[in-house]
T-cell receptor, first 113, second 113 residues
Framework: GENVEQHPSTLSVQEGDSAVIKCTYS??????FPWYKQELGKGPQLIID?????GEKKDQRIAVTLNKTAKHFSLHITETQPEDSAVYFC????????????FGTGTQLKVEL | NAGVTQTPKFQVLKTGQSMTLQCAQD?????MSWYRQDPGMGLRLIHY???????DQGEVPNGYNVSRSTTEDFPLRLLSAAPSQTSVYFC????????????FGDGTRLSIL
């Protein structure tokens, strides 16, 4: 089955700096890669996703890049703000496996004033 | 729309007790899933359903039962609770077309003594 590794497990940045979270996946057939943000006491919420036919996607301060050859994808947050503090999860889905998200182990991002 | 609603939010059980975690969605989604979240392990799929009357096992199904008698509801049953089932449980749903994002509830925090 699919295996997703996520690094780092914790990340502390100063407000205004950029943050990068990296994930690698094992199944080369995986074709959909969502990123979720989880705030304390809440369920994960989708913040951005990328499909395997695209190398990069951007939404305001958030961007995701995908390297299919190396089987890794990354989340980039620019101009970080205190409200970006949360746990971020990457995930991968193989073809036809729409319910079978395999999640990374999460990154606790702390944005310090 | 309320989205995905989980009840209860918190529960404490004794070993050997049974209980049902409720999940309901009002988005007419075909797909529903149950995950458990444990520290350092991300979210792991327990059971999922691709439509009313159809369920299947995920990564960690042992000790849990599910049923899907309606599109809206997807309860998770613990028949004989064990301390290893202490966790945060999330229900999710998504639409039926490929690579649709999952919508998560806010979780049930379950402690088994």
């Amino acid at each position: 089955g699919e295996n997703v590794e996520q690094h780092p497990s914790t990340l502390s940045v100063q407000e205004g700096d950029s943050a990068v979270i990296k994930c690698t996946y094992s199944d080369s057939a995986s074709n959909y890669f969502p990123w979720y943000k989880q705030e304390l006491g809440k369920g994960p919420q989708l913040i951005i996703d990328i499909r395997s036919n695209v190398g990069e996607k951007k939404d305001q301060r958030i961007a995701v890049t995908l390297n299919k050859t190396a089987k890794h994808f990354s989340l980039h947050i620019t101009e970080t703000q205190p409200e970006d503090s949360a746990v971020y999860f990457c995930a991968a889905i193989p073809p036809g496996g729409g319910n079978k998200l395999t999640f990374g182990t999460g990154t606790q991002l702390k944005v310090e004033l | 729309n309320a989205g995905v609603t989980q009840t209860p939010k918190f529960q404490v059980l004794k070993t050997g007790q049974s209980m049902t975690l409720q999940c309901a969605q009002d988005m007419n989604h075909e797909y529903m899933s149950w995950y458990r979240q444990d520290p350092g392990m991300g979210l792991r799929l327990i059971h999922y359903s691709v439509g009313a009357g159809i369920t299947d096992q995920g990564e960690v199904p042992n000790g849990y039962n599910v049923s899907r008698s309606t599109t809206e509801d997807f309860p998770l049953r613990l028949l004989s609770a064990a301390p290893s089932q202490t966790s945060v449980y999330f229900c999710a749903s998504r639409g039926g077309t490929a690579n649709q994002p999952q919508h998560f509830g806010d979780g049930t925090r379950l402690s088994i003594l």
